[in-house]
């Protein structure tokens, strides 16, 4: 399995990005992770293989949405809102469970990132 991210970019606070995630093979769950300079990868958003269920890290829900077109093998993070905060590199990652994604592990295939710069 292939991941690719990308659609990041710069942008201004309030502003807004929709990052893409194309993937290659059988489909999984997704989910996306950011890691900001000098911290840990985090877990920010996923989505089932199916599409039916979604999880969000407290600090996005509701300026963040993650959705998937299983037609054309791509999932999306729309991301509304932006804060300085969310700056980091965004990456997409498989696995075959969201809520094991949601939960920081299960994660069987990492993408490379994208940077996502919010500024104020």
């Known amino acids: 399995v292939q991941l690719q991210a990308f659609g990041g970019g710069l942008v201004q606070a309030g502003g807004s990005l929709r990052l893409s995630c194309a993937a290659s093979g059988r489909t999984f769950a997704i989910g996306w992770f950011r890691q900001a300079p000098g911290k840990e990868r985090v877990f920010v958003a996923s989505i089932s293989a199916s599409g039916s269920t979604t999880y969000y890290t407290d600090s996005v829900k509701g300026r963040f949405t993650i959705s998937r077109d299983n037609a054309k093998n791509t999932m999306y993070l729309q991301m509304n809102s932006l804060k300085p905060e969310d700056t980091a590199v965004y990456y997409c990652?498989?696995?075959?469970?969201?809520?094991?994604?949601?939960?920081?592990?299960?994660?069987?295939?990492w993408g490379k990132g994208t940077q996502v710069t919010v500024s104020s």
């Open positions: 990652a498989a696995g075959s469970s969201s809520t094991l994604l949601s939960t920081g592990i299960g994660v069987n295939y």
